[in-house]
């Protein structure tokens, strides 16, 4: 390897904003992460949908979808009746 061009490795430690802590080597001393593999939802299996501004809703009545845990709105109209 060339002498003088490659920066600096430490010893580092990174900090998730949920109070995970992971040690790992890196370039820069300090991270600071808002999400890690102990708190995203893709790894909990705790997903959540986040909807902004009726984005999901204005998607299901389009194509005359229902959200999950919901009965179609023609099953729901000839369950009333």
Same mark, same amino acid.
């Given at each position: 390897m060339k002498e003088g061009i490659h +920066?600096?490795? #430490?010893?580092t430690?990174?900090?998730c904003a949920c109070g995970n802590e992971i040690m &790992? *080597?890196? &370039?820069? %001393?300090d991270l600071h992460v808002?999400?890690?593999s102990n708190?995203?939802?893709f #790894?909990?299996? %705790?997903?959540k949908l986040v909807d902004t501004?009726? *984005?999901v809703e204005k998607f299901l009545r389009k194509y005359g979808? &229902?959200? +999950?845990g919901q009965k179609p709105a023609d099953q729901a109209a000839s369950a009333e009746s």
């Open positions: +920066p600096k490795y #430490f010893n430690v990174i900090h &790992t *080597r890196s &370039t820069v %001393k808002e999400i890690c708190c995203h939802p #790894f909990t299996g %705790k997903q501004a009726g *984005r979808m &229902t959200a +999950p």
